[in-house]
C-alpha cells in the first residue's frame, strides 16, 4: 500500500510547436502541504488542469489515489476538490444555489451543510445574494466553501490568496494548515506568493519551462547553499571592514543601514560570536535566504 | 441524472436572456392580432374573397381564430430559431466563457452527462417556446375571432371540420417542434466549440439562411441536395392539415429530423469529451 495520492507519470502538453509541460514527474504523499512553484507560463496552470481532467495530456499520465486518469477517467476525481485560477460561479445565483449546484453533483447536499460552510469562510450572512456582487476575495472564500463541501482528501489550490485581504489570507493558510493537521487532508498548492508556500508547505517542486527543475522538502532545499544575512549592529562601516578581513566574509556590504551578507545558514552563530568579541553591539541578525531568492536563483540559472 | 437535469433548469431559468423569447412573441402577438382586430382583418378578407369568390360559395366565419392561428404558425416558423440560438448558443459556450466549467468538470461526473442534460434542458427550452407561441396564437386568435372551421389554401383548398382541429393543432405544433429541436442541437453543438455565445447564433442562423436560400432556388443542383438539407422537413407540421393526411411522408420526417437531432448530439458530445477546457 503507498501513501502517494497524486503521482504525475512523464505528464506532457504540447500545443502545435509549444512545449508547455515536459515529461513532468512529481510525487505528493498523504498528508502533505505540496507547493507547486514556477514563474507565469512555466506550466503550472497546464500541469493542474491536466491533473484535474479539465485539458488531455499530449503523453504520460496522472494517477489519482493508485489510479490511472487515464482509465479511470473522471472517477479518480472523485476524493479530489479544487480551485483553478479565479473561481468562477454562477453570477445571477446565490452563493447559496451556487452550492447546491456545483457541489451537489456528485451526491445530494443539505442546506445545513451548505450554511455550514458558508459559516466557515464568513458568507453565511450573504448567502442569499446573487454572486455577481461578490467582491473577489468573496469568491475566493466561496470557492473554498465549495471545496470543504465535497470532503475531498486531495485539495488542489490554484493561487488561493490572490485578491484577499491580510486578514483573509492568513485566514486561508490556517484553514489550510487545520485541514492537513487535524484532518489529514493532502494539499497540492500552486502559489506565487512564495513566502506563503514557505510558511506552510512541507514539501515543493519548481517547473520552468514546463520542467521540473527542483524537488523535494522545503526545508531541505532552502537548506542547501549559501543564503543571506542581514546583520543590524551600532557601527555597520567599521564591521563591514572587520569583517572583509576575514576571507569568509568578504561578501559584507553595507545595506539598509545594515551589513548583508553572504553565509551559509550553519555559520551564522559564528559569525554572531565573532562580532561580539570583536566589541560590536549586534542588535539582529535576519537570515534573508528566502524561497524568493531561491526561486529567482533557479529559474534565472544562477544555481546548480 | 435528474439532478443534473434540475440543476441545468435553474440555470437556465433563472437567466433572464431565457425569456427574451418569450417576451418578444408576447409582445408581438398580441400586437398583430390587435393590428388584425382592427381593421387587418378586412385585407385578409379582400384578398381571399377575391381569389375564391368566382369558384366558390363563402359563407360563415372563414377568418377565425384557428384561420389566424395556422397563419402564424406559417409567418413565425422563420423567426423561431432566432430566439431559440439565444439560450442553445449559451448552454455551452456561456459556461465557458464564465469560467465556470472549472468547477464544473472537475467533479467525479462524466462530461457525457452533463452535457446530456444541458442537452435536455435545450430540448425543454425549445418544445416551451414552440407551445408558448403556439398556445398564444391560437388562444388569442380564438378569443378575438371565435371559432369554425378552418380553411386551408394549400394544394388546394381544403376546408377541415372544427372538431378535428385541437388534434391537429396539437400534432403540428409536436412536429414544429421537432422542426425546432434540430436548430436548437446544431447551435447546441456549435456552442460545444466555442467559449462565446454569439458565434454559435451566427453559425446557426447562417446556415438557416443558405439552406433556406438553397431549397427555394429551382436550380437542378440545388434540388439534388435538398433531402439532405434539415430546412426541408421544417414543413412537416404543414403536411398534418392535408387530406388526406400524408403519415407515411409525416414519419419519414420525423426520422430524418429526429436523426438530425440526434446527430448533433452525438458530436457535440464527442468533441466536448476530448475538449481542453482553457478557460
Redesign the interface.
Known amino acids: 500500500m503507498t501513501d502517494i495520492i497524486l503521482r504525475t507519470v512523464n505528464l506532457t502538453k504540447r500545443y502545435k510547436d509549444r512545449l508547455a509541460v515536459d515529461h513532468l514527474n512529481i510525487e505528493v504523499r498523504q498528508g502533505e502541504i505540496f507547493g507547486f512553484l514556477g514563474p507565469n507560463g512555466a506550466g503550472k496552470s497546464t500541469t493542474i488542469r491536466m491533473i484535474l481532467r479539465l485539458i488531455f495530456p499530449t503523453e504520460g499520465d496522472v494517477e489519482l489515489f493508485g489510479a490511472s486518469l487515464k482509465k479511470a477517467g473522471h472517477r479518480a476525481l472523485e476524493k479530489v476538490g479544487a480551485v483553478v485560477e479565479k473561481p468562477a460561479f454562477y453570477g445571477h445565483l446565490s452563493a447559496f444555489r451556487n452550492m447546491e449546484i456545483l457541489g451537489g453533483l456528485q451526491k445530494t447536499v443539505t442546506r445545513r451543510r451548505i450554511m455550514e460552510y458558508l459559516e466557515r469562510v464568513g458568507l453565511a450572512d450573504r448567502a442569499c445574494d446573487p454572486v455577481k456582487t461578490y467582491s473577489h476575495g468573496m469568491n475566493q472564500r466561496l470557492g473554498l466553501a465549495l471545496i470543504l463541501l465535497k470532503e475531498p482528501q486531495l485539495i488542489i489550490l490554484d493561487e488561493p490568496t490572490t485578491g484577499l485581504d491580510p486578514q483573509g489570507m492568513k485566514e486561508v493558510r490556517e484553514l489550510i494548515l487545520e485541514l492537513s493537521g487535524e484532518r489529514g487532508v493532502t494539499v497540492l498548492l500552486s502559489s506565487h506568493l512564495l513566502y506563503e508556500v514557505e510558511m506552510i508547505a512541507t514539501q515543493m517542486a519548481i517547473i520552468h519551462h514546463g520542467r521540473l527543475r527542483v524537488g523535494g522538502s522545503v526545508h531541505d532545499l532552502l537548506k542547501k547553499g549559501p543564503s543571506e544575512v542581514l546583520i543590524k549592529t551600532d557601527r555597520p562601516s567599521e564591521a563591514v571592514q572587520f569583517l572583509k578581513a576575514n576571507e569568509v566574509y568578504k561578501s559584507a556590504m553595507i545595506h539598509s543601514g545594515g551589513i548583508k551578507i553572504e553565509l551559509d545558514q550553519d555559520c551564522v552563530p559564528e559569525l554572531n560570536r565573532r562580532m561580539v568579541d570583536a566589541g560590536f553591539n549586534v542588535n539582529a541578525m535576519v537570515p534573508q535566504r528566502s524561497l524568493e531568492a531561491y526561486f529567482l536563483n533557479l529559474t534565472e540559472g544562477r544555481e546548480s | 441524472m435528474f439532478?443534473?437535469i434540475w440543476?441545468e433548469l435553474?440555470?437556465t431559468f433563472?437567466?433572464?436572456r431565457t425569456y427574451i423569447g418569450f417576451m418578444a412573441f408576447g409582445i408581438i402577438v398580441p400586437m398583430v392580432v390587435t393590428g388584425l382586430k382592427l381593421g387587418g382583418q378586412n385585407s385578409f378578407k379582400r384578398s381571399l374573397i377575391s381569389m375564391l369568390q368566382n369558384d366558390f360559395i363563402i359563407g360563415g366565419n372563414i377568418l377565425n381564430g384557428w384561420f389566424f392561428g395556422f397563419f402564424f404558425m406559417g409567418a413565425l416558423w422563420v423567426h423561431v430559431p432566432i430566439v431559440l440560438t439565444i439560450v442553445a448558443g449559451d448552454q455551452i459556450a456561456g459556461e465557458g466563457n464564465?469560467?465556470?466549467?472549472?468547477?464544473?468538470?472537475?467533479?467525479?461526473?462524466?462530461?457525457t452527462r452533463i452535457i446530456a442534460a444541458k442537452f435536455i434542458v435545450t430540448l425543454i427550452y425549445t418544445a416551451a417556446m414552440v407551445l408558448f407561441i403556439g398556445g398564444l396564437t391560437i388562444g388569442l386568435s380564438l378569443w378575438a375571432f371565435g371559432g369554425g372551421e378552418l380553411l386551408v389554401i394549400r394544394r388546394g383548398i381544403l376546408v377541415i371540420q372544427e372538431a378535428r382541429l385541437p388534434y391537429l393543432f396539437l400534432t403540428a405544433y409536436g412536429l414544429a417542434a421537432l422542426a425546432m429541436f434540430v436548430v436548437s442541437s446544431l447551435c447546441f453543438l456549435f456552442s460545444s466549440f466555442t467559449d462565446n455565445s454569439i458565434g454559435p447564433i451566427i453559425a446557426t442562423m447562417a446556415v438557416i439562411i443558405v439552406s433556406i436560400i438553397i431549397i427555394s432556388l429551382p436550380f437542378e443542383m440545388f434540388q439534388a441536395i435538398r433531402p439532405y438539407l434539415f430546412v426541408n422537413y421544417f414543413d412537416a407540421w404543414q403536411k398534418v392539415f392535408d387530406d388526406p393526411v400524408p403519415w407515411n411522408i409525416i414519419r419519414t420526417d420525423i426520422a430524418i429530423l429526429a436523426g438530425f437531432t440526434i446527430a448533433f448530439f452525438i458530436m457535440a458530445v464527442l468533441y466536448f469529451s476530448?475538449k481542453?477546457?482553457?478557460s
Open positions: 439532478r443534473l440543476f435553474i440555470k433563472t437567466r433572464w464564465a469560467g465556470t466549467f472549472r468547477f464544473l468538470l472537475t467533479h467525479s461526473v462524466s462530461r476530448r481542453d477546457i482553457l
